[in-house]
């Protein structure tokens, strides 16, 4: 997710650890309505977060750093008001993706993981998304002028970042079925150091 935002040129996602923190706490609190519920709360919350900020970002043109901690911000402060500060103790089991393995030999999470990677990397290499994305890293500016539909594009690439945070949250919720805004600690550094060892550049496009 962090890999889409610093490839269209907007740097880092600041608010990934706190959409993550956010999505442990709505896992945790729709568990008992059944896991495919849970996993759906966090969804949609991901995608309502990265729409936000992505709007913010494409459509207003606020700088993305500025943006991503004021988000953060503010989604701690939810998180803090529903939780009250305190782990909220999922009533549902949530075995079967926190420690389940396929085939009893893989461990559910990491093919979740390689489907979710196989799939970015398709949509980023093969698809006319991808080559939008990587064209306004370059020069927004010109990707303007040729006919990208620059805020559009960007709103979807925020869209992938919040998703790709809040299913990550809903990964680390299922491991005890419970959350509390401490369990994504050092996210955003962590997908930093991620996107920085894939050899993806700060300056956005490749």
Same mark, same amino acid.
């Given at each position: 997710?962090? +890999?889409?935002?610093?490839?269209?040129?907007?740097?880092?996602?600041?608010?990934? +650890? +706190? $959409?993550?923190?956010?999505? $442990?706490?709505?896992?945790?609190?729709?568990?008992?309505?059944? =896991?495919? %519920? +849970?996993? =759906?709360? %966090?969804?949609?919350?991901?995608?309502?977060?990265?729409?936000?900020?992505? =709007?913010? %970002?494409g459509a207003a043109r606020v700088n993305p750093i500025i943006a991503t901690i004021a988000v953060a911000s503010i989604v701690m402060g939810i998180g803090s008001y529903v939780s009250g500060g305190m782990t909220v103790i999922g009533k549902g089991d949530a075995s079967w993706l926190g420690i389940g393995k396929f085939a009893s030999l893989v461990p559910n999470q990491l093919v979740i993981f390689l489907a979710f990677a196989i799939a970015a990397n398709y949509w980023v290499e093969r698809t006319r998304f991808g080559r939008e994305l990587r064209l306004i890293g370059l020069n927004p500016i010109t990707a303007a002028y040729s006919g990208i539909r620059v805020p559009r594009t960007l709103v979807i690439a925020f869209v992938v970042a919040g998703f790709s945070a809040a299913l990550a949250g809903g990964l680390f919720a299922s491991q005890a079925s419970q959350g509390n805004l401490k369990m994504a600690a050092g996210l955003d550094f962590d997908a930093i150091a991620a996107v920085l060892v894939a050899g993806i550049s700060i300056r956005g496009g490749q």
């Open positions: 997710g962090m +890999a889409f935002i610093t490839l269209s040129g907007n740097l880092f996602m600041l608010s990934m +650890a +706190a $959409t993550a923190a956010l999505s $442990t706490i709505v896992f945790a609190s729709t568990l008992h309505f059944g =896991l495919p %519920v +849970a996993l =759906l709360s %966090v969804s949609v919350l991901g995608i309502v977060i990265g729409s936000i900020q992505g =709007l913010v %970002v």
